[in-house]
């Protein structure tokens, strides 16, 4: 396995953190829509926002082992997140903007030899 490209370390702090983020909006989320009087909906929400987080650890932690598995996922989570970048640029179309802008950024890196080398899909 290569030395691992200093924007893949980047990109698994950022998908760590990021999940963290979605670990505490499960369980906010899931308290305060039960405070609402909605624990099935809270349920839902939180089971939902868990396995977000889950996708997010695992990409994280796989950056930084270098799993091919995550370059694939990767890849199409950038897809995915272009997809509803396009959709969002029908309401809030500032975020659907910078979503597709970053999304596109990273996918053009996955692309890159060194990266795709240290995944092992050179």
């Known amino acids: 396995m290569s030395e691992r490209p200093l924007g893949v370390s980047v990109l698994g702090v950022l998908w760590i953190f990021i999940a963290f ?28 926002l868990f396995c977000i987080a889950i996708v ?3 990409l994280g932690v796989g950056c930084f082992r270098g799993w091919g598995i995550i370059w694939t996922v990767g890849v199409l989570m950038m897809v995915v997140n272009i997809i509803f970048g ?37």
């Open 56 to 58: 997010d650890l695992l």
């Open 86 to 122: 396009i959709m969002m640029l029908f309401s809030a179309w500032i975020y659907g903007v910078l979503s597709i802008i970053v999304s596109a950024i990273i996918l053009w890196y996955f692309f890159q030899p060194q990266v795709k080398e240290y995944f092992g899909k050179a």
């Open 21 to 48: 983020i979605w670990f505490v909006a499960a369980i906010l989320g899931v308290a305060v829509l039960a405070g609402l009087g909605y624990p099935g909906l809270g349920a839902i929400a939180g089971v939902v």
